[in-house]
């Protein structure tokens, strides 16, 4: 026997999805177990006509919701919780009407897929069938061609239901008021889970941050009176928006994004430290700014309404005079790295409109480690005793930019 789990949103059904934003789900309630495998032999994206079929065959089944994002149209199925590990996205996309797909976790205990759409497709139908012998399930979904006014209208994030709420793990800190007593430093590992950022010959930004974050922070916490928090402690998604907020519900002092990016155009090579501007110091810059604000929206996060964000944090950079600290910051991380002999680029200090330094009262910078698309670079950030040096430079100019910064604290304004 075969239970199935079906909600449809065909003509007679348009005002319910409008509703919904477009999302159809079963709640984390069912009393579904994970961890869910995808077989592969029973999972295909296909065009069907005008239409869009999704399959994704299970082992077991698990909670799950879908729905659909408008700037860029896109797609997003989210479970409680599925194995992603051999699934081809070669294999499994076979659609003119999809241009790509992410699949991972998205948060602890969620995993999420993320389809690019080709056109405006909104979602008709979906079910879930499960199989009351085996318990192996089967996710049907049907997405049919829409206007771009009525994808819009049916688009957009699921009203919020506390059974779908994620759960606050360790790295995620509690407000803390501010004292005379230890620096704390936020490290925020880019990118992680759907979304894995640069890849080049085996090495994977989101892993070698992680790694290389803790690495700092065994650093840093060897420093006296240095706290450390990480944005993220494994494997998952952390949207720029939550990165900031974790910086100021720890009540940072410092916040320090790391990255690894590749840019093949140029041969890029060498540390660099990037600050928060309006105008990107140069188009590479600017290309690196959009690409990581990109990697957000299209890991699924709805960013409706939340343009004109780095104007503002401009001005109140300008207004709080938050960015000359900034400025110190990069200059002693910098200082520290050619003392320590780890490779800089030319231009070691640059800006770019990077979203996730938009704290308008907390010190920010974002280190690109090196980059992926350099062989050399890409040898250093594989070899842990290189790490090991990168890691002591960035404490030790932490360290001097903590004793310049308390000197000329007297000519912030009041």
């Not at 420093?223 to 990165?243: C, K, P, Y």
Request: charged share 25%; net charge negative.
């Amino acid at each position: 026997m075969i239970g199935t789990i079906t909600r449809a949103f065909g003509a007679l059904a348009l005002v319910a999805a409008i509703a919904v934003a477009g999302a159809a789900q079963t709640p984390p309630g069912q009393g579904f177990s994970a961890l869910a495998r995808v077989d592969m032999a029973s999972s295909q994206i296909r065009d069907r006509g005008d239409a869009l079929s999704v399959e994704l065959g299970l082992t077991q089944g698990v909670p799950w919701r879908i729905f659909t994002l408008d700037g860029p149209p896109r797609a997003v199925l989210d479970f409680r919780e599925v194995d992603w590990q051999g699934v081809d996205k070669v294999a499994l996309m076979n659609s003119d009407g999809v241009t790509d797909l992410r699949y991972g976790t998205f948060r602890p205990g969620w995993s999420r897929l993320v389809i690019d759409l080709a056109r405006p497709m909104a979602l008709d139908r979906a079910g879930l069938k499960v199989d009351d012998g085996s318990g192996a399930a089967q996710l049907s979904a049907r997405f049919v061609p829409a206007s771009p006014e009525r994808f819009a209208a049916v688009s957009g994030m699921p009203p919020d239901d506390p059974l779908w709420a994620l759960p606050e793990g360790d790295m995620l800190p509690r407000p803390r008021a501010r004292t005379d007593g230890p620096l704390v430093v936020v490290i925020d590992p880019g990118h992680g889970g759907i979304d894995p950022g640069a890849e080049r010959e085996g090495l994977v930004e989101k892993d070698l941050m992680l790694t290389f974050a803790r690495e700092l922070r065994e650093a840093l916490i060897r420093a006296t009176g240095i706290d450390v928090v990480l944005t993220r402690n494994d494997d998952s998604f952390v949207s720029l928006e939550r990165r900031v907020a974790i910086a100021h519900e720890r009540g940072a002092d410092l916040f320090v994004s790391l990255h690894a990016d590749v840019l093949p155009e140029g041969g890029a090579k060498g540390a660099v430290v990037h600050l928060l501007a309006e105008t990107a110091t140069d188009e590479a810059s600017a290309k690196l700014a959009e690409r990581h604000d990109r990697d957000d929206l299209l890991s699924g996060v709805d960013l409706t309404g939340k343009d004109d964000v780095v104007a503002d944090v401009l001005m109140d950079l300008a207004r709080l005079e938050t960015q000359p600290r900034s400025t110190r910051v990069a200059n002693a991380l910098v200082d520290a790295m050619r003392k320590a002999e780890v490779p800089v680029n030319s231009h070691p200090v640059r800006a770019a409109g990077f979203s996730v330094l938009k704290a308008p009262d907390i010190p920010s910078v974002l280190i690109e480690l090196g980059f992926l698309s350099n062989p050399r670079d890409r040898k250093n950030l594989a070899d842990p005793a290189f790490r090991t040096r990168l890691a002591e430079a960035i404490r030790d100019g932490i360290q001097a930019w903590v004793v310049a910064d308390t000197a000329a604290s007297h000519l912030v304004r009041q």
